[in-house]
T-cell receptor
Framework: AQKITQTQPGMFVQEKEAVTLDCTYDTSDPSYGLFWYKQPSSGEMIFLIY??????QNATEGRYSLNFQKARKSANLVISASQLGDSAMYFC????????????FGSGTQLTVLP | DTGVSQNPRHKITKRGQNVTFRCDPISEHNRLYWYRQTLGQGPEFLTYFQNEAQLEKSRLLSDRFSAERPKGSFSTLEIQRTEQGDSAMYLCASSLGLRDTYEKLFFGSGTQLSVL
C-alpha cells in the first residue's frame, strides 16, 4: 500500500518569495511516479509537475520544481516567485508502476500568498 | 470549452434517494476516472475506465455505487439509496494514456453532493 503525508495544513508566503511545500511518501514498490496538483477554490485539480522514481534529475516546470530525495522518500514542491494566483490547495500524489492505475493523494496544503 | 465537464455542479438530495452524475471527458481521452473528495482531504480513487471497460474499482465503491461509460465517451456515476456519509465532492478526470508511471490527468470541477 502507498501512503502520502503532507504535514503542513496551511502555509503563508509573501508575494514574489519562494515557498516549499513538504511531501513524504511510503511505498514498497521499486518504481513509482510522484505528482503535484493544484486545486483552486473553483475545485478543478490542475496538474503541476511529475517526477519518476528513476529520474536522475529533479523535475522542473516553469516556476515549479520538485526537490526529490529518494533515500528520504520526500518530494517537496518548490514554487519560486510566488504570485497571488498561486493561492490554492496543493496535493502531492503517487502512483506505483504495474497494474494499479490509481493515484494516492495526500491531505493537501493550503497555500496563501500575501500581497 | 474543451476541458472535462461535470454536471450538475451541485446536488442536494434526501437520504434514501438515488442520484446520478455525468462526466464528459476531453474527446480524444480514452481513460476516465472517478474520485471522491471530502472536506479537508485529498481525492480518493473510486473507479477507472479504459474506453468502455471498467477496469478497476475501489473497495470504497459499495454495491450502492455504479458507474458506466457507454461507447467509451461520457460516463455516469449513480448512487442508490444515498446516505449522509455519501456527501462529498465527486471528481471526474480523463487522460490520453499511461507511460510507465506518468499520466497527466485532466480534472473537471466536480459535483458537490449534499445528502440531507
Amino acid at each position: 500500500a502507498q501512503k502520502i503525508t503532507q504535514t503542513q495544513p496551511g502555509m503563508f508566503v509573501q508575494e514574489k518569495e519562494a515557498v516549499t511545500l513538504d511531501c513524504t511518501y511510503d511505498t514498497s514498490d521499486p518504481s513509482y511516479g510522484l505528482f503535484w496538483y493544484k486545486q483552486p477554490s473553483s475545485g478543478e485539480m490542475i496538474f503541476l509537475i511529475y517526477q519518476g522514481s528513476y529520474d536522475q534529475q529533479n523535475a522542473t516546470e516553469g516556476r515549479y520544481s520538485l526537490n526529490f530525495q529518494k533515500a528520504r522518500k520526500s518530494a517537496n514542491l518548490v514554487i519560486s516567485a510566488s504570485q497571488l494566483g498561486d493561492s490554492a490547495m496543493y496535493f502531492c500524489a503517487m502512483r506505483p508502476s504495474g497494474s494499479a492505475r490509481q493515484l494516492t493523494f495526500g491531505s493537501g496544503t493550503q497555500l496563501t500568498v500575501l500581497p | 470549452d474543451t476541458g472535462v465537464s461535470q454536471n450538475p455542479r451541485h446536488k442536494i438530495t434526501k437520504r434514501g434517494q438515488n442520484v446520478t452524475f455525468r462526466c464528459d471527458p476531453i474527446s480524444e481521452h480514452n481513460r476516465l476516472y472517478w474520485y471522491r473528495q471530502t472536506l479537508g482531504q485529498g481525492p480518493e480513487f473510486l473507479t477507472y475506465f479504459q474506453n468502455e471497460a471498467q477496469l478497476e474499482k475501489s473497495r470504497l465503491l459499495s454495491d450502492r455505487f455504479s458507474a458506466e461509460r457507454p461507447k467509451g465517451s461520457f460516463s455516469t456515476l449513480e448512487i442508490q439509496r444515498t446516505e449522509q456519509g455519501d456527501s462529498a465532492m465527486y471528481l471526474c478526470a480523463s487522460s490520453l494514456g499511461l507511460r510507465d508511471t506518468y499520466e497527466k490527468l485532466f480534472f473537471g470541477s466536480g459535483t458537490q453532493l449534499s445528502v440531507l
